[in-house]
């Protein structure tokens, strides 16, 4: 092996060290990087344990009262899945209406959507435009 070829192969061995390390650390940095936006995403979505409590101001007061309208829900009218938006474990945890607690079973409302689901929702709130 002449001079120029054991200088070749060193540089080459140099560089493959040099890019495994990289790689390996490139790879905990990505690791890292997917835990922090996989945990940014679980708490953007209510995955707290403590209801957090969406905050609509008085929709009694609004244009219908209770039942949505398209001007008031324009982001989420005509979608059918109301819990791809308000997470379950944050609605009707506050009397917003301004009537008395006892007039407003709240508990009573969480166990019917708890039992039915999204379906529970028209009962109330009307279909949101969908059609049925």
């Known amino acids: 092996m002449d001079e120029d070829q054991f200088h070749s192969s060193q540089t080459v061995a140099a560089g493959s060290r040099l890019f495994g390390t990289v790689f390996r650390n490139r790879g905990w940095m990505n690791l890292a990087f997917v835990c922090c936006c996989a945990a940014l995403f679980l708490a953007a979505c209510g995955s707290t344990a403590d209801p957090q409590s969406e905050n609509y101001g008085n929709i009694l007061a609004s244009p219908e009262g209770l039942v949505l309208v398209q001007q008031e829900h324009?982001?989420?009218?005509m979608r059918a899945d109301c819990f791809g938006c308000h997470d379950v474990n944050n609605i009707h945890q506050i009397n917003r209406?301004?009537?008395?607690?006892?007039?407003?079973?709240?508990?009573?409302?969480?166990?019917?959507?708890?039992s039915g689901g999204e379906a529970s929702c028209m009962m109330c709130h009307g279909t949101n435009g969908v059609p049925p």
Do not use: S
């Not at 209406?97 to 708890?114: H, K, Q, S």
């Open 97 to 114: 209406t301004g009537l008395p607690d006892d007039e407003v079973d709240l508990p009573g409302v969480r166990a019917i959507v708890n």
């Open 74 to 77: 324009r982001a989420g009218w």
